[in-house]
């Protein structure tokens, strides 16, 4: 029988152990194990967190006859040699002086049932979605994040909404999986309400079949195969996913991550690329009407209005179109609402009623994301994950002009009434929500117009 075979295990750093087969694995290797030895770790195993004295062994190993302890030594010392193949697992067996020894990994049993290797229920369904259309202004930005993953294993991209994180990973990765080593698989966890969740999410994205314990089921699957898992939103779970991504990536030595969220894990070893706005011209500056597109807001915006209708900018009309995109901050969602309303509303229409932008800018795609249906949908997503301080923090930096340094944001915490104006700002900061203005002494930071409006319009409402 070989370990695939086996229907129980427990799971422990890059290790499976199948007390039915006898068999330790890492990595699909199976690892040479003396059957004393065996017998004593299978024990350790199973009483994980407690001490295992001289005397148990002696029960539950050497039934037959009577050793000495020193034999019993040689025999943790020879599995503490396995182990030690894996970092995670190099301590961990402790000594208990005078008491016997103690297993102090975490481990994960699954009883009874079949989960090396588990099998997807339906072939490997592995699947990037398809962009309806190439994205506008990210070559450089695809190639920084493609870099990245070919040397680190976490990548995150974060972002405000609707700025385009799931554009560019979903470009990453299908310009990667050509010549990545395994599959490449997209795991939309905007459901995903906890750990539990998020880790059914990505066993079924898998293809595997539906598990009492997906984690085990999960990394038993992912430890010995080259994978790129791209989890997709993860701003509302980002301390379960933290954790989910950081066992995985431990256990699964192949396993790269991409992850797109509005905040970024802080798991180890995240790397985080921080996605810009599309440019756009500063208030004043001219476009040039023979070369519109040499600013991707631009170029995106006239893009979706010819998509849209036939409508042929013209004259000062290229002033409006300029002012509608620096407006809008370049954030491609929003872009791509204001072009569908200037098919019917004209170009003058809607860079009018920009201060009311959340009115108007309501014609989403039907089959987008709920979220995606109106700007404010995208805007509440964000703002429902605030703590009270920061969404008081944030009322009031709305009605401040201009950037703004730390000292003047942790004063208007302060006249807020936040408890931590200083951990509500870096709070606003990490989920997206401010942007650095300037990096001088001392630095200045900024709302972006749209998100300024958004607070302004809740505060009327
Ligand atoms: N560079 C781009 N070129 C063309 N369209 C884009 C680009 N970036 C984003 N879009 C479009 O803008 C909309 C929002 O993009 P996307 O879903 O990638 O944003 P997001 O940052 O992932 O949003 P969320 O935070 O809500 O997940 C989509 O309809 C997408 O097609
Ligand atoms: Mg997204």
Redesign the pocket.
């Known amino acids: 029988m070989t370990p695939a075979e086996s229907e129980e295990c427990y799971a422990f750093a890059s290790f499976h152990l199948f007390p039915n087969q006898r068999a330790l694995v890492r990595g699909g290797e199976v690892m040479s194990v003396g059957s004393r030895a065996f017998d004593m770790l299978l024990l350790l195993v199973e009483r994980a967190g407690k001490v295992v004295s001289i005397s148990d062994f002696m029960q539950h190993v050497w039934t037959d006859i009577t050793v000495e302890e020193a034999n019993l030594r040689v025999q943790v010392g020879s599995i503490r040699k396995v182990l030690s193949r894996c970092d995670e697992a190099k301590r961990a067996i402790e000594t208990i002086p005078l008491r016997g020894y103690c297993f102090v990994l975490p481990v994960v049993h699954t009883p009874g049932r079949r989960i090396e290797p588990p099998r997807p229920a339906s072939g490997f369904p592995a699947s990037i979605p398809a ?3 190439e ?4 070559d450089d930005v695809i190639a920084v994040v493609e870099d990245a993953l070919r040397r680190r294993r976490l990548v995150t991209i974060t ?10 990973a979903i470009a990453t990765a299908t310009r990667i999986a050509d010549s990545f080593d395994g599959p490449v698989v997209f795991v939309d966890l905007t459901s995903a309400s906890d750990y539990a969740t998020a880790a059914q999410r990505v066993s079924e994205e898998l293809g595997l079949e539906p598990s009492p314990d997906p984690f085990a089921a999960l990394s038993a699957f992912l430890c010995d195969r080259s994978t790129l898992l791209i989890l997709d ?1 993860c701003e509302h779970i980002v301390e379960p996913a933290a954790l989910l991504v950081e066992q995985l990536l431990q256990r699964c030595a192949e396993l790269h991550v991409l992850v ?1 969220s ?1 905040e970024a894990l802080r798991a180890a070893g995240e790397w985080t690329h921080r ?1 810009a706005s ?1 440019t756009f011209p500063e208030a004043g500056q001219m476009i040039d009407p023979g070369k519109p597109t040499s600013y ?1 807001a631009i170029e ?1 915006f006239l893009d979706r209005l010819s998509a849209a209708t036939r409508y042929e900018v013209d004259g000062q009309e290229w002033r409006m179109v300029a002012e509608i995109c620096r407006r809008l901050d370049g954030i ?2 929003a872009l ?1 609402f204001a072009a569908a309303r200037v098919a019917d509303l004209g170009v003058q229409s809607v860079a009018r009623h920009l201060d009311d932008r959340f009115a108007i800018l309501t014609r989403g ?1 039907r089959t ?2 709920p ?2 249906h109106t700007l404010a949908a ?1 805007l509440d ?1 964000s703002f429902g994950l605030l703590s009270t301080d920061e969404q008081r923090l944030l009322g009031l930096l709305a009605t401040h002009d201009g950037p703004f340094t730390v000292e003047t944001a942790v004063d208007c915490g302060q006249q807020a009434g936040c408890d931590r104006p200083l951990e509500a700002l870096s709070g606003l900061y990490e989920k997206s929500l401010l942007s650095v203005h300037s990096r001088d002494d001392p630095p200045t930071f900024r709302l972006m117009d749209t998100i300024r409006a958004y607070v302004v319009s809740r505060q009327a409402a």
Do not use: D, N
């Not at 994205?135 to 990210?138: E, I, S």
């Not at 972002?159 to 994180?165: A, D, R, S, V, Y």
């Open positions: 962009l309806l259309s994205p506008v202004g990210r972002g405000p909404g609707g700025i385009g994180k799931t554009t560019v939103t797109t509005r996605l599309l991707s995106l491609p969602l791509e795609r987008a994301l979220r995606h995208a997503w």
